[in-house]
């Protein structure tokens, strides 16, 4: 523990002396960009045009999950890509690893334009320091087949309701924990739960019981995105916790679903582009971030992926590409629906009331797997 | 210079030997021994949980976690178990096939058999996994002809015992080829002479050819034993709430949560239960019939 918190001092303080290191402009392109993102981030949609105007070749990698991407930026010394689309699970991992470097967000004019709650958010913003640029996100939504689950549910409960037995379907993934952990923030307030990525072991146990009298009641834990549209659509499963996209690829496909986020809130991902501490190409680096997250740009990637921007006026963009789609995707919605969702950090020992007692992601990981038995 | 090598050699034939074996020796000793022990080094490190760098420290964590911890054990018998009940429904799907093809078909229509057994390893692992959750899901295949027919629905898509038949269907042709390649080898004499003795047909198939085809058995075992042992994809397709392997904690572990050393060492698991498994059938000629 003591040598925990020593770290963590050491890997806060830093990044702040290398604050000088920001670059004041952005310089000529190097010609060539090293790109680590999620599936369908580095569309040719938005990388020709970008290849075009600036010169700058790209070359992509895409990762199968947020620990495939912090072992990627780790690789060869953290010196192989320029920039990578970490989600809130492995944004913090990166900085705290020194993996990413910190940005001067006054190079990125569309930054003024973000959803106020994504422009400085603690996934990517750590003591004031810009380590990651906001860029797209969503929430974790509760998805029901409107023929077999009646009346409409409005709360988490469905999803732990002995009545749904070998219907229910949720992700196969740690960060779960985090679900059950916010409707228990609202359905026991007695345990202090506060943030449901910060957990104490105590917290941590009465979640974990919780998913452990889930899991009788499961279809099955999807591990991917096909696999939830599989077992909603073949009628394996009926109501669950499941991603926008979902609802939309179901609907498109006629099955007759709907989602909400239930009155507890919900959790969201929301992913930041971040540039490496040992950046071969940070010219090209600084132009792909403005290029991206320019409202046309994050129209696009938000229609073609499912998912919401956070540059508040790619809305008109997206309405003229499909009109109805800002609504659709919430990229209008006021700020009091933004407040519903707890978005996405790595969980660290360090809680955010000034204590270190908290559970990290491995205690998660851990935890997560004793659930699925 | 060539012919003084040449005759160095000659003199000295272990020489020659040595070097035809060199090469296929420093690859099995590289690739293969290397790896080996480094993944069982690993297994007694452990991981910054923040930097997620390894630690070159030595610890028994990992294995007092894997003993101590219930989960673990459930994993690592589910898995276990699995591996032995889908081995013993293949012996006895494959046996009475192989018997078929080998002594009662007819020349042609004994290469349509054995190529109807091995067309479907030509088809993608994957292909034939997804085939089997079209077919047992809720709305699919078995339960639309279930209901043409009147009879009840079946649940059982997602669970362990969809594992248990998709497994059994994937393997089923690597017992099928070594217990036909057994039954093969017995003489016809053999057969004509236990009937001669008057042996009745039950007699002649416990006592002749169950025990000559035995080897060819337990060949096919390995196979269907270790495959299972290590798969995890079919556990995570067709898998339910509560089917992880050992190789799905293994997955989980180096991909998800980064721990190589803790992967390692479950991974030791199967490795020490297949040298048994081997130690065993080695007893039983399993590999005089490979």
């Known amino acids: 523990m003591r040598v925990f918190v020593k770290s963590i001092a050491l890997a806060v303080s830093l990044p702040i002396a290398a604050q000088a290191q920001t670059p004041t402009a952005i310089g000529p392109g190097e010609g060539a960009l090293n790109v680590v993102a999620w599936e369908g981030y580095a ?25 495939e991407m912090v072992a990627l930026m780790r690789q060869g010394g953290g010196g192989l890509y320029d920039v990578v689309s970490a989600s809130g699970d492995a944004s913090l991992r990166l900085i705290f690893g020194h993996n990413v470097a910190p940005l001067n967000i006054s190079l990125i004019p569309a930054w003024k334009d973000f959803i106020p709650d994504l422009q400085s958010p603690a996934f990517n913003t750590v003591k004031g320091e810009h380590y990651g640029v906001s860029y797209e996100w969503g929430p974790n939504i509760l998805l029901w087949n409107t023929e077999k689950i009646t009346p409409a549910p409005t709360s988490w409960a469905a999803i732990y309701d002995p009545a749904h037995t070998g219907q229910i379907t949720v992700p196969d993934n740690a960060i779960q924990i985090a679900d059950a952990a916010l409707y228990l923030s609202k359905t026991k307030p007695e345990l202090g739960i506060t943030d449901p990525f910060e957990l104490t072991q105590p917290q941590m146990d009465a979640v974990v019981d919780l998913l452990k009298q889930q899991k009788p009641l499961l279809k099955k834990y999807w591990s991917l995105a ?87 006026k790619a809305c008109a963009e997206m309405d003229r590409i499909t009109p109805g789609s800002c609504a659709k995707y919430h990229a209008d919605a006021p ?19 000034g204590q270190s007692n908290c559970l990290d992601y491995s205690a998660w990981q851990q935890a997560w797997q004793l659930v699925k038995g | 210079m060539f012919a003084q090598i040449q005759a160095f050699a000659w003199r000295r034939p272990y020489l020659t030997t040595a070097a035809e074996l060199s090469l296929p020796a420093i690859w099995f000793v590289v690739f293969y021994l290397a790896a080996l022990v480094l993944l069982f080094v690993s297994a007694f490190w452990s991981v910054d949980s923040m930097t997620g760098e390894i630690q070159h420290s030595w610890t028994l964590d990992n294995f007092r976690q894997l003993i101590t911890e219930p989960t ?18 293949d012996a ?49 295949a078995l339960n639309w002809a279930l209901h043409v027919l009147h009879l009840p ?39 004509e002479a236990s009937a001669d003795l008057g042996a009745g047909a039950g007699t002649t198939l416990r006592r002749v050819l ?52 803790f992967a390692a060492a479950f991974a030791t698991l199967p490795l020490l239960v297949m040298a048994a498994y081997l130690l065993v059938v080695r007893r039983m000629g399993a590999f005089e019939a490979l």
């Open chain 2, 92 to 140: 006895v799907l494959a046996w009475p096939f192989a018997l078929y093809i080998v002594r009662y078909a007819g020349p042609r229509l004994k290469t349509a058999l054995m190529a109807a057994v091995m067309v479907p390893l030509w088809c993608s692992y994957l292909a034939r996994v997804y085939a089997w959750r079209l077919i047992l899901s809720h709305d699919g």
């Open chain 1, 335 to 353: 700020q009091a629906y933004f407040r519903q969702i707890s978005f996405w950090k790595t969980p660290v020992r360090a809680c955010g009331n």
């Open chain 2, 210 to 261: 169950l025990p000559m085809a035995l080897p060819g058995l337990v060949a096919g075992s390995i196979f269907t034993f270790s495959l299972t042992l290590g798969d995890f994809i079919t556990p995570m397709l067709v898998g339910g709430a509560g089917s992880d392997f050992i190789g799905n904690v293994v997955y989980a572990s180096v991909g998800v949560a980064n721990n190589v050393p």
């Open chain 2, 72 to 89: 673990y054990r459930h994993v690592a018998f589910r898995t276990i178990f699995m591996a032995a009940a889908v081995t013993l429904t």
């Open chain 1, 226 to 312: 096909s696999d939830a549209v599989d077992l909603f659509r073949n009628g394996d499963a009926s109501i669950g916790a499941a991603w926008p996209y979902m609802t939309n690829t179901l609907r498109d496909s006629g099955a007759k679903v709907a989602e909400t986020i239930p009155k507890e809130g919900a959790t969201g991902w929301a992913d930041s582009w971040m540039i490496s501490a040992h950046a071969p190409h940070p010219n090209c680096a600084y132009e792909w971030i403005n290029f991206v997250t320019a409202p046309h740009v994050q129209a696009q990637q938000a229609l073609s992926f499912g998912e919401t921007p956070a540059n508040t």
């Open chain 1, 43 to 67: 569309q040719d949609d938005w990388v020709k045009p970008f290849e075009q105007q600036t010169g700058c070749k790209v070359h992509h990698k895409y990762a199968g999950s947020s620990d």
């Open chain 2, 153 to 191: 629905h079946q649940t059982i898509a997602y669970s362990n015992g969809a594992i248990w038949l998709v497994f059994s269907y994937l393997w089923l042709p690597f017992m099928i080829l070594p217990v036909a390649a057994a039954l093969e080898r017995i003489p016809v004499s053999l057969i």
